[in-house]
Structure formats: C-alpha cells, structure tokens
C-alpha cells in the first residue's frame, strides 16, 4: 500500500532522511516514532505529497507520487486524512463546518453532506457539539473533532503527527482507542509520536526513527531498554532525547544513582 524505496530528503542543504525504505500492508497500523527532529512529520509530509523527496522512490497504492501531475496529485490527497499535530482546525467556524469541509472540496451534495457529517459526529460522541466554535473545544473534543475531519471522506489512508502531543493521560488513552478502532474498521493508519508511553499502549508494528534514519522495524512495537546510569545532579540529557538511543533504536533507561 506504500512503498518507501531509498528515500532521501535534503531541506536546506541538510540531509533530513536519509535512504529509508520501508513497506506499510493494507489495513496496517504502524507507528513512526523517534526523538524530536529525527524526521517523523517530514515522513508524513512526504506520504501526502506536500514535499517531494530528494531521492528514492515513493510508491502509494501502486503509483509512484512523483509521477502524478498536480490534479491527480490533488486527487489521491483525497483519499488520503491527515490529523496535524496543532490540529489546524478552522477556529471560528462550527464542528459540524469544519467536518463537512472536506466533503465539500470534493463537491458532494449538501444533503449527502449532512447526512454523512451527522453520522461521524454521532460515532466520535460530538453531535452535541455539532454548533460549537472549535475554538470553545476542550483539548479532547478538539482532537475528536480533527479526526472526524480527517475520516468524514473514508480515506484508505489515516496519517496522525502527534495527535496525543496537547492532551492528557486518559484524552490520550481515548485518541489511541480511536485510531484503533478506524484501522479495525479497514483504514491503514500511520501514526508519528516520539511518545513511547504510545508505543508500549499500542504494541503494533514500530518504525524507530534516529537523525534521519530508520534505525528499527519492530514488527511487534517491542524495543529493547538499555540502562545507563546518571547522578541525580546530571541534568545533560533531555528526558526526549533519552527515551531513545542514538544507536540501534535502543530505549535508554535512565537509572539514577546515589551519590
Ligand atoms: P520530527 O517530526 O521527528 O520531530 P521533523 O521531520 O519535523 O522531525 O524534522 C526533521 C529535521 O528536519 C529537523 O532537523 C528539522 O529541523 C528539519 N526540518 C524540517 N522541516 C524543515 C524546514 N522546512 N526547514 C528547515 N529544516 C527543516
Ligand atoms: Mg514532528
């Protein structure tokens, strides 16, 4: 279903991926994670086409992106969802505005619309939010509303950047459940997070991302831990930046010890 051959991303003159290949089956749910920076989002950039890959061979649902001139480009978008990290929901119209919205680009009669946005609102629990402002949401509705965007079009493919990153432990346990639930449903999912409490949640297929490259592919979500051991009083290594090794793909566990 999609196919990354040796890609490459170079922005700026920076090598930001470097030959990463891999294969996602119809109806998978994988997860991409990796310490910030490490090239998740540019991933999922890559997989809808709003940035073309310097080198290698991206391959979606049998064609190649690079060949698709703009309006089919702008075509294969729409089978696609995508849930941003801040969401980018538009904040001064209504839920119900905001979920229809897609249906319209691809010029659906209203009444299919209402019907359709009615019933997806109906399944995330957000129909008594229907008239709402999505800027008066609580970070859960928000969320919830964002992935109603992303599926009200039944997209073959959902991709998620961070879509847990605003939200608290049980919002966040409920965005899993979610996303679970659409892939049961026959959509593949591709979720980046450099959360590993998610990845332990989720044990599904885990990309490990590191400086660009793909450094594990864990068919199982499980990563191997390596101890280290810091003082008390060493505060060198950023907590995200620990959750991961630079080699390997290992989880460091940071040990304290007495001093
Ligand atoms: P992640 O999502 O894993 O945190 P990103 O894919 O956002 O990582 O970024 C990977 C690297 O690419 C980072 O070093 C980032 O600074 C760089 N990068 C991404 N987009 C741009 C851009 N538009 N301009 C310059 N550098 C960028
Ligand atoms: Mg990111």
């Given at each position: 279903m999609i196919t990354l051959e040796s890609v490459g991303k170079v922005i700026k003159g920076d090598?930001?991926?470097?030959?990463i290949s891999f294969d996602i089956h119809p109806k998978e749910l994988v997860c991409i994670t990796g310490p910030s920076g490490s090239g998740k989002s540019t991933i999922l950039h890559l997989l809808i086409g709003a940035e073309e890959a310097t080198s290698g061979k991206i391959i979606i649902d049998g064609v190649e992106l690079r060949s698709l001139p703009p309006t089919a480009l702008q075509l294969f978008r729409r089978r696609v969802g995508v849930v941003f990290q801040d969401y980018k929901l538009l904040w001064n119209q209504t839920v119900a505005e905001n979920v229809a919205f897609p249906l319209e680009v691809c010029g659906i009669p209203q009444k299919m619309i209402s019907k359709r946005v009615e019933a997806v609102l109906s399944d995330l629990g957000l129909l008594r939010k229907a008239k709402t402002m999505t800027s008066a949401l609580s970070a859960g509705e928000k969320a919830r509303t964002a992935i109603a965007r992303a599926i009200v079009h039944n997209p073959m493919i959902l991709l998620a950047d961070e879509p847990t990153g605003n939200l608290d432990a049980e919002e966040s346990a409920m965005m899993i459940n979610l996303l679970q639930l659409i892939n049961k449903n026959g959509t593949t999912v591709v979720l980046a997070t450099h959360d590993m409490s998610i990845v332990d949640q989720l044990q599904t297929r885990t990309l490990v991302l590191n400086n660009g490259k793909l450094v594990l592919d864990s068919s199982d979500g499980q990563i191997n831990t390596v101890e280290k051991e810091f003082s008390k009083e060493d505060r060198r290594i950023p907590l995200e930046k620990a959750s991961l090794d630079t080699e390997g793909g290992k989880r460091i566990k940071i040990v304290a010890t007495q001093s």
């Open positions: 090598s930001v991926l470097e030959d």
